[in-house]
């Protein structure tokens, strides 16, 4: 009996030990699926992009509702 309790314990270290390299902790980004072929944002850049931008010329649209929801309409 004992001698099994000193055969057994290495075998199931080796065990759990096999389980934690399978499992790893993944970073946020590795978990959103953002690899390193993302492209880097210059906050000037995404400034002026967005300044180029129309912003008078637009539409309000209204969204569909679920049956039954409150469209809000008095």
């Known amino acids: 009996m004992v001698a099994g309790s000193f055969f057994l314990t290495p075998a199931t270290a080796l ?8 499992v790893k902790q993944m ?3 590795e978990e959103l699926g953002i690899g390193k072929d993302r492209r880097k944002i210059d906050m000037k850049e995404e400034y002026y992009r967005l300044a ?6 637009w539409d309000q649209k ?3 509702r679920l049956p039954g929801e409150h469209d809000g309409v008095l």
Do not use: T
């Open 15 to 22: 065990r759990y030990e096999k389980h934690d390299r399978k």
């Open 62 to 64: 209204r969204v569909k």
């Open 27 to 29: 970073s946020k980004e």
């Open 52 to 57: 180029a931008k129309d912003l008078d010329d």
